[in-house]
């Protein structure tokens, strides 16, 4: 299981989670968005409609239609009504129910360092576990730091 810890400090939430999205679509895989905040479930269902003017990704909201076919499913908790193997954390708290996916997604800004950095200290030890942390240099691309 892999969890990649997405250091936001360049590129917002709204820039880099699409990406990712559209990476794990194109590897024919299915992705859940998981957000505490009603809020910002329905600000991420908004952008992933038209973060692109040539292109948007398929999703819904959880409970709002056939969970079961949506290639990306926006909810509160991290349970994949759509059978997802990947999941992305959008509002930067850790969640170990992600470890039954394949690959996590861990995204925070400077607000939830703390709370990431104790994460990050968490999985350490963890059997089965591959930590990756991401941050972003200069120019605004990725690059893996740990």
Do not use: C
Request: glycine residues 6%; aromatic residues 10%.
């Amino acid at each position: 299981m892999q969890v990649d810890f997405y250091h936001l400090t360049r590129m917002p939430l709204d820039r880099a989670l699409p990406r990712i999205a559209e990476r794990v679509i194109e590897k024919n895989g299915r992705l859940l968005i998981v957000s505490d905040s009603e809020a910002q479930r329905a600000t991420l269902d908004r952008l992933l409609w038209s973060y692109r003017a040539d292109s948007f990704l398929p999703h819904a909201q959880a409970g709002a239609g056939d969970d079961a076919n949506q290639p990306v499913l926006i909810s509160g908790e991290p349970e994949a009504a759509n059978g997802a193997r990947n999941i992305a954390l959008a509002d930067g708290i850790w969640r170990d129910r992600s470890l039954s996916f394949d690959r996590a997604f861990h995204f925070f800004d400077e607000d939830r360092i703390t709370d990431a950095r104790q994460a990050w200290k968490a999985l350490a030890d963890r059997a089965g576990v591959e930590r990756r942390y991401w941050k972003q240099n200069e120019q605004g691309r990725w690059e893996q730091a740990a």
